[in-house]
């Protein structure tokens, strides 16, 4: 990855500590991906005009974040921390 990339959206650079994740000589990132993929979902939510496509959303969000907690336990076990460690330094999210 070239050092000199910056985030498209926030212009957040390797430099100043950002994760960047980068394809075809563009970056963006995790932050970047955070808000977007929350946003998404909000709206995901709201345009879903039936009850089969509301839980659609559901169950896509629910992959999300199963994902993101099984990346999160194998990170954790890497650092020698216990899931219960790493579930009190994070706030629990709200679903809305």
């Known amino acids: 990855m ?3 990339l910056a985030c498209q959206f926030c212009r957040s650079t390797l430099a100043q500590g950002a994760a960047l994740l980068e394809q075809n000589g563009a970056a963006i ?3 970047c ?3 977007f993929s929350a946003r998404f979902a909000e709206r995901a939510w709201a ?3 039936t009850p089969e ?3 659609d959303v559901l169950l896509d969000e629910s992959r999300r974040a199963l994902e993101q907690s099984e990346t999160l336990a194998e990170r954790a076990r890497c650092c020698g921390l216990s899931l219960h460690e790493l ?3 994070f706030p629990a999210r709200t679903l809305s």
Request: aromatic share 0%.
């Open 29 to 31: 990132c995790k932050d």
């Open 2 to 4: 070239n050092h000199a």
């Open 53 to 55: 496509e509301q839980l």
């Open 87 to 89: 579930s009190a330094a």
């Open 33 to 35: 991906v955070d808000q």
């Open 47 to 49: 345009m879903a005009a």
